[in-house]
């Protein structure tokens, strides 16, 4: 149980197009997401927190009119990068509470690649 | 930054020895988790341990809380070439987020 996918698992693009991200609980409903960016050999930076039927929250540092969150439904939320740029380009990883405990579930991340 | 700190940054071992990694948080927490990473993939949850408790064991793991040192160990024994990948800690925060902080990871390569 308690499996988190996202699709794409790998995405290349042209700078200045945009791309989504979906990260989904197949199994159970979570009503908070959460979204995070790995540079590589380094560790994971919350970029938002997702709240279904709310706006998301984010952390500081990070523009949330470049980075698009809609939480839409209890299984589904989504993350678009717009206007995708060469520095964009990073493994991003979604990850889902249950609300039962406090441990997070996480997807297989998307790796984006900007040219 | 509230990002914690790991260490060691890289641990490279013989299989069937211990390993131990050690984790440093800067906030007050709910709980601390351990997670693994292989290379290029999504975290797998290894482990939970409560603010209140202060050793936890799963298996072949054992993980230590010490919140007046805001501190952390990780222990892998009788170690597997098949444990070989990153490991990170995250301080779960208080105040109602559920928010974790991720600390900067261990690489672990266990040699056959």
């Known amino acids: 149980g308690a499996v988190v996918s996202q699709h794409p698992s790998r995405v290349i693009c042209k700078s200045g197009t945009s791309v989504k991200i979906e990260c989904r609980s197949l199994d159970f409903q979570a009503t908070t997401m959460f979204w995070y960016r790995q540079f590589p050999k380094q560790s994971l930076m919350l970029m938002a927190t997702s709240n279904e039927g709310s706006k998301a929250t984010y952390e500081q540092g990070v523009e949330k009119d470049k980075f698009l969150i809609n939480h839409a439904s209890l299984t589904l939320s989504t993350l678009t990068v717009t206007s995708a740029h060469p520095e964009d380009s990073s493994f991003y990883i979604c990850s889902a509470l249950t609300g039962s405990t406090y441990e997070q579930y996480f997807g297989p991340g998307t790796r984006l690649t900007v040219t | 930054s509230q990002q914690g700190e790991e260490d060691p940054q890289a641990l490279s071992i013989q299989e069937g020895e211990n390993a131990t990694m050690n984790c440093s948080y800067k906030?007050?927490?709910?709980?601390l988790q351990w997670y693994r990473q292989n290379s290029g993939r999504g975290l797998v949850h290894l482990i939970l341990i409560r603010s209140n408790e202060r050793e936890k064991h799963s298996g072949r793991l054992r993980v230590t809380l010490d919140t007046s040192k805001k501190s952390s160990s990780l222990l892998i024994t009788a170690s597997r070439a098949a444990d070989t990948a990153s490991y990170f800690c995250?301080?779960?925060?208080?105040?109602?987020?559920?928010?974790?902080?991720f600390g900067k990871g261990t690489k672990l390569t266990v040699n056959p």
């Open positions: 906030t007050s927490i709910n709980n």
């Open positions: 995250a301080a779960g925060i208080q105040g109602g987020s559920e928010k974790l902080v």
